[in-house]
C-alpha cells in the first residue's frame, strides 16, 4: 500500500517552454502533497506544501508564478514548471501524506527534468 | 550552518561489515527522525522512523538517537551488496511538519 507515482519519470524540453508534472496517490487519499527539488548530491529541498482544494504554500525564495502547482483532487497534484530555462534542470520529486493522523509522507519515484 | 549536517561520503566497505552513518542537527525542537535509503534515479523510501531519544531495531538495521548530543545514527549489520544506496537522515519538529533533510551519504557495498 502507500503507493505514489509520478508521470513522466523524465522529460527533456526546450528553453522557454513549460512542462507539466503529476503525481497521483493510487491506493490512499493524499490530502496533503509535497514538492521537492533534488540537484545532484544535494539533499530534497521542500518547494511547496499543497492541501487539497486549496493554495499551495511555497518555501522562501521558490516562485509561485513560476512553479504553478495544483491540487484538485484528493488523488492527484500537478507541478507546471512555466518559461523553464536550463537552471531548472533537476529531479523533481512528490510525495503524499494522508489524513490528519497519518503523518508518513510516501515519496514517488521522482521526474528527471532537462532543459535545453 | 545548515540545519541537518551528514558526511556525503562516499563511503565503501566490504559485504558484511557494519555499516554507521550518521547526522548532527542544530534545532533542538526536533522531535521527529527518520532515515531513508534512495537508489539512483529513485524517490526515497523509508527506513527507520524513531520519536524522542533512545534506539530502535529492524532486522539489520538500528537507529539510535542521542537529543543531548544532537545527533542521530543509523547502524546497518552484515551489510549486502544491495544496500548500496544514498542514505538520507531527515527530521522535524512536529508530527505534521516540514521535513528537513541531510545531503545524503552515498554507501556502497562491495562483494
Known amino acids: 500500500g502507500a503507493v505514489v507515482s509520478q508521470h513522466p519519470s523524465r522529460v527533456i524540453c526546450k528553453s522557454g517552454t513549460s512542462v507539466k508534472i503529476e503525481c497521483r496517490s493510487l491506493?490512499?487519499?493524499?490530502?496533503?502533497m509535497f514538492w521537492y527539488r533534488q540537484f545532484p548530491k544535494q539533499s530534497l529541498m521542500l518547494m511547496a506544501t499543497s492541501n487539497e482544494g486549496s493554495k499551495a504554500t511555497y518555501e522562501q525564495g521558490v516562485e509561485k508564478d513560476k512553479f504553478l502547482i495544483n491540487h484538485a483532487s484528493l488523488t492527484l497534484s500537478t507541478l507546471t514548471v512555466t518559461s523553464a530555462h536550463p537552471e531548472d534542470s533537476s529531479f523533481y520529486i512528490c510525495?503524499?501524506?494522508?489524513?490528519?493522523?497519518?503523518?508518513?509522507?510516501?515519496f514517488g519515484p521522482g521526474t528527471r527534468l532537462t532543459v535545453t | 550552518q545548515k540545519e541537518v549536517e551528514q558526511d556525503p561520503g562516499p563511503l565503501s566497505v566490504p559485504e558484511g561489515a557494519i555499516v554507521s552513518l550518521n547526522c548532527t542537527y542544530s534545532?533542538?525542537?526536533?522531535?521527529?527522525f527518520m532515515w531513508y535509503r534512495q537508489y539512483s534515479r529513485k524517490g526515497p523510501e523509508l527506513l527507520m522512523y524513531t520519536y524522542s531519544s533512545g534506539n530502535k531495531e529492524d532486522g539489520r538495521f538500528t537507529a539510535q538517537v542521542d537529543k543531548s548530543s544532537k545527533y542521530i545514527s543509523l547502524f546497518i549489520r552484515d551489510s549486502q551488496p544491495s544496500d548500496s544506496a544514498t542514505y538520507l537522515c531527515?527530521?522535524?519538529?512536529?508530527?505534521?511538519?516540514?521535513?528537513?533533510f541531510g545531503q545524503g551519504t552515498t554507501l556502497q557495498v562491495k562483494p
Open positions: 534545532n533542538s525542537a526536533f522531535q521527529y
Open positions: 510525495s503524499a501524506r494522508g489524513g490528519l493522523m497519518t503523518y508518513e509522507q510516501y
Open positions: 531527515a527530521m522535524r519538529i512536529s508530527n505534521t511538519g516540514k521535513l528537513i
Open positions: 491506493d490512499f487519499q493524499a490530502t496533503t
